[in-house]
């Protein structure tokens, strides 16, 4: 049960400031925190508000709506078998029951040694990979009984590597000091410059253009 | 670990040009270097040596069509934003969830500067100070793709303060999703993207080009419709009418999956190509697994009414696919062969439906609960010989009429889609229903297949 530690805490500030509304960047932080600790805890959660200025109950409202938020602790590869009708008519319940009994649990819980849960999801969007499960959100495509077996064995042995449930991409977006354009909240309603140049230019072209029919004229 | 290698197939057929995947074989297409050497960043230059209006009015005369699913003109959604409300935002969707749907994971992964440029050029024509891109939770690798393409970007002046020497500033910030469906629909994307449970907004107001992000001006586009805008601005909206048919103008991209020899995603000409060609052409899906024959495919995503042998002959037209009743939707087309059972066909897109929906409408929570039940228990042998009806009954209350297009009792369409598979596979596979419920044996059923 952890707060963010002071790192995440920079990058989460960093975070906060790309948007015009701090409680924006809600999903953002409750990611950082799972990358941390591997699941939400009440603390993290806790700590997200006072850095976005909601109430905890909002950070609990929002996590409870997402599938990827684990409010509980997962295995250290979290094994989520696609069971979207691509991957259903290619045997993915087959691959689901047969990681069941490979691993010993069901779907939803963890191996002892706490190195694997298993999970039935939803379209992973690589249905032409089908039957296609995720490792910590890293594809494994056209999955067989003996290829799930061999990455379990990979994975266990640490031939295999896959970092740690929660981790997302590993670069982070970085705007650098001076380079960025800047937020502009829904309050400051300006128009933007090009914008504003490019009418001004289009009515002293109009005008140009009267004067030169009026010269034509006389 | 990476991902394992993605072996999809992205060929298609080589008279049409590629507009939007011409870099998913190029190894360092997704690089900054790869996509300059590759006449990136070019559209952009040109954009910005036209006035916004000029390049607005570009894209409005390619009646580029929205590729998210609903297929609305992008050109004509942009049009709504009030002439005299700033600032203005623009929200790119890329939470790609719909099953059977992959094409925008690969535009994020393999070109995802075609993309960036994009956003820049739809924000310098539209006025819009700054832009989310929301990538679905789940594709870490594409968050990785993106985010490191923008800080190249970023880097490389093409993003942020003063682009390219001029007054047009925009910055572009990856946002992420955590796993909902529901999300996909654009003002829940919006209320997530607030920081909310992603729930769809009451309607009116139907576009939130009027009213949107924080309240203000939003234009919320498809991944694959702004990747399509450097190529019309390179090649002339002229070029991009050029190819198409009727409504459906430029290529697009179709996801052909399940029970094909070569499932992948193929750029094919958009109102031209039929279904025929897309499951059976060697160059695309190659045909039916194994030498069996079709019964039935999705046409474009999972809420798609099911297409049938009879229909292998129409065009892949936006129009033309809506009058015969079902929608091209997301461009994923998923083939069933003779072998499948219907009812389980049937029970699993309900099921992600019944998961999926947010339960903010009656209809939809309890509806697609409901259908879920009753199919599961159907599967398993505990079916009443009045459930069929039953189901019907249900789908009723959601969709009224069971019209198409749908009528809904919900805020979003998401309750009337779980009707689709229902009424698709139970008007013409209704005696697969009824042997699982008078528990005959299932290897005589008369299968109704076309």
């Not at chain 2, 002229?238 to 999956?257: I, P």
Request: aromatic share 8%.
């Amino acid at each position: 049960m952890a707060r963010l530690t002071d790192d995440n805490v920079a990058i989460a500030i960093e975070i906060i400031s790309r948007y015009p509304r701090r409680k924006s960047a809600l999903i953002p932080l409750l990611h950082l925190a799972q990358e941390q600790d591997g699941w939400v805890t009440d603390d993290a959660m806790a700590h997200i508000a006072e850095l976005v200025e909601v109430t905890p109950a909002e950070v609990l409202g929002t996590c409870t709506f997402y599938e990827m938020f684990k409010r509980h602790p997962v295995g250290k590869n979290q094994v989520n078998i696609c069971h979207g009708i691509a991957c259903h008519l290619l045997g993915a319940e087959d691959l689901l029951h047969h990681a069941e009994d490979s691993l010993g649990v069901k779907a939803g819980a963890i191996t002892d040694d706490g190195m694997f849960s298993i999970e039935g999801v939803e379209c992973i969007a690589a249905c032409t990979e089908a039957p296609c499960l995720q490792v910590n959100y890293r594809y494994v495509n056209k999955v067989t009984n003996e290829s799930f077996d061999e990455l379990v064995t990979g994975l266990r042995s640490g031939e295999m590597y896959v970092p740690g449930h929660g981790t997302l991409a590993l670069t982070r977006q970085h705007i650098p000091d001076g380079k960025g354009a800047g937020i502009l909240p829904p309050e400051d309603g300006e128009e933007p410059v090009w914008i504003t140049r490019q009418v001004a230019e289009a009515v002293a072209d109009e005008a140009a253009a009267g004067e030169t029919a009026e010269t034509a004229a006389t | 670990m990476t991902d394992t290698i993605d072996t999809t197939t992205t060929s298609g057929p080589k008279n049409v040009p590629k507009i939007i995947s011409s870099r998913f074989e190029q190894l360092d297409g997704h690089t900054i270097e790869g996509y300059t050497r590759t006449g990136g960043y070019e559209a952009l230059r040109s954009a910005l040596d036209m006035t916004s209006q000029e390049v607005h009015d570009e894209v409005r005369a390619a009646s580029l069509l929205g590729r998210g699913g609903a297929g609305f003109p992008a050109g004509v959604k942009w049009g709504f934003c009030p002439a005299d409300k700033w600032p203005r935002y623009l929200v790119v969707n890329g939470d790609e969830s719909e099953p059977g749907t992959y094409k925008d994971r690969l535009l994020l992964e393999r070109d995802p500067h075609q993309l960036i440029e994009g956003c820049l050029i739809a924000c310098y024509a539209m006025g819009l100070s700054q832009c989310f891109l929301y990538v679905r939770g789940e594709m870490a690798h594409a968050q990785e793709r993106i985010a490191t393409a923008l800080n190249e970007a970023y880097d490389a002046g093409f993003i942020g303060k003063n682009i390219l020497g001029t007054d047009f500033s925009v910055d572009i910030v990856l946002h992420w999703g955590a796993g909902a469906y529901i999300v996909g629909e654009e003002t829940a994307l919006i209320e997530s993207l607030e920081g909310n449970r992603g729930m769809p907004r009451l309607k009116p107001p139907f576009f939130p080009a009027a009213v949107g992000l924080y309240g203000q001006p939003t234009i919320v586009n498809n991944v694959e419709t702004l990747a399509n805008l450097p190529w019309i601005i390179t090649n002339s909206a002229a070029s991009f009418t050029e190819l198409g048919f009727e409504n459906s103008k430029g290529t697009r991209l179709f996801a052909v999956s399940g029970h094909v020899n070569n499932p992948g995603v193929f750029e094919v000409e958009f109102g031209v190509t039929t279904f025929r060609d897309i499951i059976y052409n060697d160059d695309l899906a190659g045909g039916i697994r194994d030498g069996n024959t079709l019964k039935a495919y999705i046409p474009g995503g999972a809420s798609a009414i099911w297409f049938f042998e009879e229909h292998l002959d129409l065009p892949l037209e936006k129009t033309i696919v809506d009058k015969a009743g079902s929608m091209l939707g997301s461009g994923a087309i998923v083939v069933m062969d003779d072998t499948t059972d219907m009812v389980k066909a049937c029970h699993n897109v309900v099921r992600f439906f019944a998961r999926e929906s947010c339960g903010k409408c009656t209809p939809c929570r309890e509806g697609t609960t409901w259908l879920e039940r009753i199919l599961s228990r159907i599967l398993e042998g505990q079916g009443r010989p009045s459930d069929i009806n039953m189901l019907l009954d249900v789908c009723e209350n959601i969709s009224p009429g069971l019209a198409w297009p749908p009528k809904q009792t919900t805020i979003c369409p998401l309750g009337p889609s779980a009707v689709s598979p229902i009424i698709s596979a139970v008007n013409r596979f209704r005696p697969e229903f009824e042997a699982y419920i008078t528990l005959a044996d299932r290897t005589n059923i008369p299968v109704v297949s076309a």
